[in-house]
């Protein structure tokens, strides 16, 4: 593990300064003691602490934002534009975060008060819970957004939200973007005061660093973005420690798009004009890009297909991430068009492809992803609709374009999408996840491994666990469960969502004589 | 896997009619596409109508309830007693997840508002998301809760709470009372006018049925309870699937007990009386039986241990669930006695051994759960106490007992306590788990696979994924979703918690234009 590395202009395949070395065995378990030493003390920080130490990691950020604009432009080939809205999207998810960690309802606290015993019904004890840190994270950036999904993004902010440390392995393409964003967390610690291992950056230009990290018993849990192939792997490599440990892996999907005749008749064209605006995003490189286009056979259908081909067509190349990521997209091209029943519509620009569904049906592996600029139309009769619907595996979203006439005729294919995907979208398009509340970005494997979401602050819920509180006194009980509800958060009081405090005339007494346990 | 069974009498070892036959692999395919069938309606239906299916299940439980005491009285040994008080508890169970499910507020409902497009950011969507159900489960029973964590117990609660169809595997020790239990199910799903598939039961007198079941595509995660050994088989086999699938397993731990110097010398001979009765309850046949005492060395720990030496060696014999059990508690308590430093205290009655603290840090080994009426003292110095503590892995349960001031002079030790177990129990025992909304039975591996709770209605989280609606129409949102808020739940409205619908004059529009995609 001592081999050293470079990134490399995707735009022109030069090598760039400086020269990284892969983390060391030494390295590796350094960051995770020192994780494992801070995770009691960083996971009893309060939500004010916590939500501080946020804030600062995003002005830490933006103070860094041209120097990181600079550098990932070099790394990725993204545009300055796309960098730039992408270092405020990561500063703000911080920030959301923070106002979420602050109010603190987020913990689900529960309080369920003592009931005496009566006529052969034992005590009930004062039982109060709430979500708390699992310990040390460890977080692999993704190649495709350098910094909203890596070192300083979702799952790290989740991770820390939810009072855990993170360890960071950086991803291999961008490793001088990530040691920028590890300076900005690196400078938020300190400036909060705090001692080291509640953050930790490795490196590796290939898959043995990140592979000790998820073996190492001090790492609790793991967060991932990428490939189904290196998240499965990860996955099955928690899944054999001696002690197992989640993983959280997003691993992409093909999102597939259905259009249903009203919506086809008035508006196909704009349709495909959109289709293409999503598809071609970005040289196509987004988890969400939609890869599966479900199209009726009949001329409304094929006005539109044709409308979406000219405009694939006429696509100017883009550059990729990286020159593996535009192999891997030639290759997969190439070999899609090789396959039978499987036409390539377009010469040039984007690539589109058409089949029947029949073909779709017969071989479900048509509807994997193709990471890049292209999708795939499925030609289809009414009756095949539901079929291929059903036929699906876990996506990340699919998208449904009908009038309010269609949808109410097809509300079955609406169940039946909403059970196999994270995110449903009405006539809209998939691609652009925005960091919020309500959203879902995660679905059935093969789409994330677990159906969590890592967009959005409910990400934080896969990096806690409930711990119980028995007959506890007040000094000994966290803020979030003590009778005076000190944080004012909403809690389940005897089940009932509630900001009061406990009321004293149900005060627990508070040492309870040791009898005999009850047995229920 | 035409093998029959009969199951045994553990008191008399008689062989009980009638025969049962493990479950065929036509019988399991049959199951599970059932339940795959079924899944689609059982999970749209209401709270309300689920609520009543579980009040019905728990009314039908009752109805059988002289059959069920009985033949599990025959199939367990346990007393009949125990068996009504765990009837009991089995249908109250029923009800507390009806109320929760009818209440509604526990799909954690997140609503945020579409924001217009302004100055360069694009329009952000309407979002709305809520816990959906996950498809079949597939529940194995425990033996030594043949009600409450078996076919109508926990897992199968919280399973068919959260909208999923279920699929029981019945321990082989109790196949009968398997057999009633499934038929007040069974009939409470006719009683509410619905089709096969909701819910059935398999046989096997070994592991290949259950194999078989976990391995199958329909069913989307699984409920234990059990051994390590059993519960790690299912991990392990959930894992390797090609789309892998959550295990919930829970598998049991040592639960170690703490006495701080005051509480010893205040009550110790009482905390020895208590701690008898918990460690000889229903012959210590509890995951939650405390199965490592840490007594200081000195008098007041001495004297501690004689009261507990004493009353262990008065314990009556008690039956034991089965004869595998009871050879296993037989061969772990002869093996116990043979190790190095580990002093066997007791000839006769419930088996108490005695060790010092170096010997358990040496080998970690020594606090594994060892099921039947023994426990292990371990002896310290107060030195050695957060030594002790630091060197548990994870466990359901952790004991102090200590005066407000031993507590507070050992805040160390209940956090470092808190980060390694499900629940922390202050001045009193662990065994009795009340089924309530706070409580936690689940702790970090190996006490269970996750770290989430089996027992409360927190379990049915378990057994959901979140799915967000993109741009809906009201007419295609689920209740809990819409403007109006029907249900009157809780939700998060633009991330604040409220019971109120939305607000007129923020009403989404109906259709979204089509336009290019938003790249956030």
Known sequence: MATTFHALNPATGASLEPEFRSSSLAEIEHACRAAALAAPEYGQRSGAERARFLREIAVQLETRREALVARAQLETGLTAARLQGETTR?????????????????????LDRRIAAQEGVPERPDLRSMLRPMGPVAVFGASNFPLAFSVAGGDTASALAGGNP????????????SRLAAEAIEAAVAECGWGAGVFAILYDAGIEVGLALVRHPAVRAVGFTGSLRGGRALMDAAAARPAPIPVFAEMGSSNPVFILPRAMADRGAEIARGLHASVTLGAGQFCTKPGLVMVAHGAPGDTMRGELQRAMAATPEAPMLT????????????????????????????????TAAERLLESPELAEELFGPTTLVVRHTPAQLLELARSLEGHLTATVHGTDEDLRENAELLHVLAARVGRLVLNGFPTGVAVTHAMVHGGPYPASSSGETSVGTRAI?????????QDAPEFALPPELQDANPLGIARRLDGRITRDPVRKVFRRRRTKPAGPPVSR
Do not use: Y
């Not at 990561?90 to 529960?110: I, K, P």
């Not at 993170?166 to 973007?177: C, D, E, F, L, S």
């Open 166 to 177: 993170v360890i960071v392995k950086a991803h291999p393409a961008h490793p001088g973007t």
């Open 90 to 110: 990561t500063a703000n998810q911080l920030r959301l975060f923070a106002e979420v960690v602050e109010e603190g309802s987020w913990v689900d606290a529960r």
């Open 461 to 469: 819920l896969r990096f806690v666990r409930p711990v119980c509180f």
């Open 323 to 354: 020159a593996g990521i535009a192999a891997a997209f030639r290759a997969g091209g190439a070999a899609r068009g090789e396959l039978r029943g499987v036409e390539r519509m377009t010469n040039t620009g984007a690539l589109l492809f058409e």
